[in-house]
């Protein structure tokens, strides 16, 4: 387990602290996200997808439910993840956040915020719009086409 | 994927958490039913780990890292006991097969008391029915895949010595957790044994386990492309050795 901390914990410290704001709260998330791990090992399923990518949205929805102040949604063993990096090695994930961050960039600015508020604040396509000004269905498209972008740079 | 095209939009806000109410409710049922959207709902969660990715700051304090290690020591890893969850499979066609015997032997004596009361044929054989119906219901419980098994040991047992390995062949990958691992006599090593479906056992890391019993073995160099049949468990000298010392004092079989 040390070892697997030593190997995820600063990926699972930063989404938590990205999405928070707030080192305290992060590393409770961080914690949180450790034992759960401990507790039910066989939530996550090796055979779909690799446990760096598995950690990562299950911190992000943690993160997100602890945002919006509601009970944890989603049972973590139904969280199946398929990604094409493997992110255990941290050469590897170097690589795939500099083509992440590179995808980022090349996107329209109304996209990106869109899919940043969506991912990172936890805020719906309605409270967007709202936000933004802007029909809920393009927001909604935005979101979607924003996350499909990111897997195409991994397609080639 | 063109036939599921209005659920595309949404399955993106599922995978987030954003959708809620019937639009949620729809999504789900049609997510029971439809493999190409649930496949799809995985690779979005996947490009949410790659934007998970891109955050980045400063590396968690250390103070994490102590509270973490200390709250795992408090709390051994001995309600989930999967190897025992698992075993009940392997009784199942065992109480399928009892059960079956136990309606036969009904009905052979069903049958012999309706052979003198020929009257009351009727009223036997809607009874019957409803004890099939029952047999079957319970073989269907037994059976069932998405039913809850849940096995209950003694409150007073002692820690049992618990292993799991994640292997993933076509990546040659091995993530080994181990607790309550008994201490060993100086010198000695535990050692991790990938026994493959041909072939002589490979070694698959040496380890010690820490003050509390527990260990890991992160991805061990690993022949390419190995099935593997059996995991197990020797004690050799620290060094590790490249066949095992019998005796093997855990093993497993993939589930």
């Not at chain 1, 387990?1 to 410290?13: E, G, I, K, N, P």
Request: charge should be neutral; include cysteine.
């Amino acid at each position: 387990m040390a070892t697997l901390y030593d190997r995820y914990s600063s990926l699972v410290y930063a989404v938590a602290l990205r999405v928070l704001g707030d080192t305290g709260a992060a590393e409770d998330v961080l914690q949180e996200v450790f034992m759960q791990l401990w507790r039910n090992p066989a939530a996550f399923d090796s055979s779909r997808g690799n446990l760096g990518a598995w950690l990562g949205v299950i911190t992000r929805n943690r993160a997100i439910d602890g945002l919006r102040k509601r009970r944890p949604e989603t049972d973590i063993a139904d969280v199946i993840v398929s990604v094409e990096p493997d992110m255990a090695n941290d050469a590897e994930r170097a690589r795939a956040m500099e083509k992440i961050r590179g995808a980022l960039g090349g996107m329209p600015g109304a996209q990106r915020s869109a899919l940043e508020m969506a991912y990172f604040e936890g805020l719906t396509h309605t409270e967007i719009a709202a936000r933004t000004g802007e029909p809920l269905g393009t927001i909604k498209t935005r979101i979607r086409t924003g996350l499909q972008a990111l897997r195409k740079v991994f397609e080639t | 994927m063109s036939a599921h095209e209005q659920f595309a939009d949404d399955l993106a806000l599922f995978a987030l958490g954003a959708l809620q109410g019937d639009e949620r409710l729809t999504l789900e049922k049609h997510l029971e039913g439809c493999s190409s959207c649930r496949r799809e709902l995985e690779r979005l969660r996947g490009d949410m780990a790659l934007l998970a990715l891109s955050a980045s700051g400063p590396a968690p304090p250390q103070r994490s890292r102590e509270r973490l290690l200390k709250a795992i020591a408090k709390e051994p890893r001995t309600q989930k006991t999967l190897a025992r969850a698992q075993s009940l499979w392997t009784f199942l066609p065992w109480l399928a097969t009892a059960a079956v015997l136990l309606v036969a032997a009904f009905f052979w004596q069903q049958s012999d008391r309706l052979a003198q009361q020929v009257a009351r044929l009727r009223d036997q054989s809607a009874q019957q029915q409803a004890q099939l119906e029952q047999a079957r219901e319970v073989v269907s419980t037994l059976t069932s895949t998405d039913a809850m098994r849940v096995t209950l040991v003694a409150a007073q047992t002692l820690p049992q010595p618990q292993g799991k390995a994640i292997y993933v062949r076509n990546r040659s990958s091995l993530i080994f957790l181990a607790g309550n691992m008994p201490p060993l006599p100086p010198q000695k090593a535990y050692e991790l044994w990938l026994i493959p479906t041909k072939g002589a056992p490979i070694p698959a890391g040496v380890f010690k386990p820490d003050a509390r019993g527990s260990a890991t073995v992160i991805e061990p160099p690993l022949p390419a492309g190995v099935e593997a049949k059996t995991f197990a468990i020797t004690v050799e000298p620290e060094q590790g050795s490249s066949t095992p010392t019998m005796p093997i004092v855990m093993m497993g079989v993939g589930e």
